[in-house]
């Protein structure tokens, strides 16, 4: 086989090795416990509330209160929500001016929390689609962990141009520790106590963090209390960035260099080690088709058989983390992808700040 074999190999087997614990919300019963506020913080997602005001509404365990807040949006976002609340508890706010120093998100949230009357706060993001149990099972689990519990939600693509994000999804779980306790946090849905959250220092301790989830996990972290993140395959989905190609791009470009400062080297160097690999298998098979410079060999078969391996790995390992098909046995093209937008993340590294909801966001 060659050292050049034996090193693709054991890049493939690593990629295994990675995927091994990807822990998925797992079944609870949630025992009588205090009021529960679910926060939603929402700028300009007409389209996009009312499908998750209708899930809610279909919840096994059903909410105290549902506070949306209205994060100045231009379109008809306040509107919405109280026009589909249906028999939901629902009243929607709207937070003063964005003050310096404060991003959108901490800062609606901030605001959402100190208009909020429960001891356990719910935070759901306003494109999510969470199943029937899973208020309850996330509830239940807190009840047995504590501190702040959070959940990744499955990727539900639906345009072709979604699939080419399946590289962003997957490296972003791959290179942290995921379950009980591991340290992780994700904001796309999450749970605490009042209590916690207010000993952590809340959103005013992440107030100026675009990747504010994250930051939020590490103030849990001070100050002594659990963090745990699983994946919500089955129990809660998401469409990201369903405005076009041009919105896919500046979404991750504007979390990618700040959360990639966040990971740990041990787990990023095992998921560089793995990238390598895959990007190795991306080049061999076209450029021994096609006659373009390579090393190694330029056997057909050999490049096939690494080629198709990569391919397999990837329809496995992304079926829990988001709806990708296809584009796992054409994966040069997101590979492609992932490095354009990881250059562009770069020079915006550079400038200091990108554009994102009528708003400047800076990636400092």
């Known amino acids: 086989m060659g050292w050049l074999g034996v090193s693709v190999l054991v890049r493939w087997l690593l990629g295994w090795l990675l995927s091994w614990h990807l822990p998925l919300l797992p079944r609870g019963q949630r025992r009588d416990g205090p009021r529960v506020s679910v926060l939603i913080p929402a700028r300009n997602e007409e389209t996009t509330l009312p499908h998750l005001l209708a899930y809610l509404g279909h919840q096994r365990f059903q909410a105290d209160e549902v506070i949306v807040i209205n994060d100045h949006s231009s379109d008809r976002t306040a509107d919405v929500a109280l026009e589909k609340a249906g028999d939901l508890p629902i009243s929607v706010i709207q937070p003063p001016a964005l003050a310096a120093g404060w991003c959108g998100k901490p800062w609606a949230l901030h605001h959402g929390v100190a208009a909020s009357s429960g001891e356990l706060l719910v935070f759901l993001d306003a494109d999510t689609e969470p199943g029937p149990e899973f208020l309850e099972r996330l509830l239940a689990l807190h009840q047995q962990l504590g501190g702040l519990v959070t959940v990744q939600p499955y990727h539900r693509t639906q ?140 056997d057909l078969l050999v490049n096939g058989l690494i080629y198709g391996a990569y391919a397999l790995q990837l329809m496995v390992i992304t079926r829990r983390v988001g709806r990708f098909s296809w584009i796992n046995l054409i994966f040069p093209l997101p590979v492609l992808f992932f490095l354009g937008v990881f250059l562009l993340a770069i020079l915006n590294l550079e400038r200091g700040q990108v554009q994102w909801k009528g708003r400047t966001v800076s990636t400092r």
């Open 159 to 298: 345009r072709p141009y979604e699939q080419l994000s399946m590289l962003f999804n997957l490296v972003g779980l791959l290179a942290v520790p995921l379950g009980a306790r591991c340290g992780v946090a994700f904001g796309p849905a999450m749970v605490t106590s009042r209590s916690d959250y207010e000993r952590s220092g809340g959103h005013r301790a992440v107030a100026n963090k675009v990747v504010e989830d994250w930051f939020l996990g590490h103030c849990y972290e001070k100050a002594g209390l659990p963090v745990s993140a699983f994946l919500g395959y089955g129990q809660i989905a998401y469409r990201m960035y369903p405005g076009g190609l041009i919105d896919l791009v500046i979404g991750f470009d504007k979390n990618f260099a700040t959360a990639a400062s966040q990971v740990r080297w041990p787990w990023m160097l095992a998921v560089m080690l793995w990238l390598s690999g895959l990007f190795w298998a991306a080049w061999c098979l076209p450029a021994s088709l096609l006659g373009w410079p390579m090393l190694g060999t330029r």
